[in-house]
């Protein structure tokens, strides 16, 4: 079994910051990939940030300049630094793992349980 547990989600006014962590657990060989999504009220989900292995990152277009993603490989965890936060990103905020559970399993994706994050004054 794999988890991912978030934490660090709340309520926060406009221009303020927040940080979100995430750590893996469990049978874990190896992971490709680390990140954060988001599900607004009444949207779907969408990527937010996401860091690989060797540490490139991709950020969505609308958090460009604002949020900063970092990992450690050693921990399993992902930190994602959210700043001159707005209303349009109060979401769901779910953090996102591409993880193989053994040298000859195929690589899969897992999913904490999310985390509200609400921006409002």
């Known amino acids: 079994q794999v988890q991912l547990v978030e934490s660090g989600g709340g309520l926060v006014q406009p221009g303020g910051s927040l940080r979100l962590s995430c750590a893996a657990s469990?049978?874990?060989?190896?992971?490709?990939?680390m990140g954060w999504y988001r599900q607004p009220p009444g949207k779907q989900r969408e990527l937010v940030a996401v860091?690989?292995?060797?540490?490139?990152?991709n950020y969505a277009d609308s958090v460009k300049g604002r949020f900063t993603i970092s990992r450690d490989n050693a921990k399993n965890t992902v930190v994602l630094q959210m700043d001159s936060l707005k209303p349009e990103d109060t979401a769901v905020y779910y953090c996102?793992?591409?993880?193989?559970?053994?040298?000859?399993?195929?690589?899969?994706?897992?999913w904490g349980q999310g985390t509200q994050v609400t921006v409002s004054s």
């Open positions: 996102y793992g591409r993880i193989r559970r053994g040298w000859n399993l195929a690589v899969n994706n897992y």
């Open positions: 469990g049978s874990i060989f190896s992971i490709n990939a």
């Open positions: 860091v690989t292995s060797v540490g490139s990152t």
